[in-house]
Nanobody, 122 residues
Framework: QVQLVESGGGLVQAGGSLRLSCAAS????????MGWYRQVPGKQRELVAT???????DYADSVKGRFSISRDNAKNTVYLQMNSLKPEDTGVYYC????????????????WGPGTQVTVSS
């Protein structure tokens, strides 16, 4: 079984910074792509940023230049550094793993974390 453990969410003033972390646990052999998504009440979940195993990244236009995604493959962990935060960044942030291969050669697909609240005050 694979589980995602998130940390780093909280309350911050506009212009401030937060760093989110998400660690995948289990007897993991490899993970292809990891990412962050966010959701606000009444709206669909949207992509924030993704990072492939080789380091290639993709960002939503609204966060380019402010957010930075990175990963530590040895720790099976993905990070999201959020700078110059705006009130519109407020929402529940979810960690996602696209595909994970266990050491037993078992595969898991589309795994989600429980979500962590990020609130940016004006």
């Amino acid at each position: 079984q694979v589980q995602l453990v998130e940390s780093g969410g909280g309350l911050v003033q506009a212009g401030g910074s937060l760093r989110l972390s998400c660690a995948a646990s289990g007897s993991i052999f490899s993970i292809n792509s990891m990412g962050w998504y966010r959701q606000v009440p009444g709206k669909q979940r949207e992509l924030v940023a993704t990072i492939a195993s080789g380091g290639s990244t993709d960002y939503a236009d609204s966060v380019k230049g402010r957010f930075s995604i990175s990963r530590d493959n040895a720790k099976n962990t993905v990070y999201l550094q959020m700078n110059s935060l705006k009130p519109e960044d407020t929402g529940v942030y979810y960690c996602n793993v696209d595909r994970v291969r266990m050491r037993s050669s078992l595969y898991y697909f589309n795994i989600w974390g429980p979500g962590t609240q990020v609130t940016v005050s004006s």
